[in-house]
């Protein structure tokens, strides 16, 4: 089985930057990608951000290219979900999920995390 804990969320100013961990145990994930997926109340899913283990390739929803950065720690078994400049619509629980696909489709996730909430204030 693999296990997926996000941390780094809280509630902080439009403008301000925030960093989510997505720290993985389990299995070896040399062969997953590790997405980024959120959710605002009343709203679905949605998808964020995605990277290959090996960190060779990264995808990102156009809500948030040029703001958000994803990259891996392979030492730590640990992605990082870098936010910068957000805004207000950001504001919704955060989740990992690590796929054998990739990709921005949540379906083809099979492991995720608890999820971490980020708010941000106008």
């Known amino acids: 089985q693999v296990q997926l804990v996000e941390s780094g969320g809280g509630l902080v100013q439009a403008g301000d930057s925030l960093r989510l961990s997505c720290a993985a145990s389990g299995r070896t994930f040399s062969t997953y990608s590790v997405g980024w997926f959120r959710q605002a109340p009343g709203k679905e899913l949605e998808f964020v951000a995605a990277?290959?283990?090996?960190?060779?390739?990264?995808y990102y929803a156009d809500s948030v290219n040029d703001r958000f950065t994803i990259s891996t720690d392979n030492a730590k078994n640990t992605v990082y979900l870098q936010m910068n400049s957000l805004k207000h619509e950001d504001t919704a629980v955060y989740y990992c999920a690590a796929s054998a696909y990739g990709g921005d489709r949540s379906k083809d996730y099979d492991f995720w995390g608890q999820g971490t909430q980020v708010t941000v204030s106008a």
């Open positions: 990277i290959s283990w090996t960190g060779g390739s990264t």
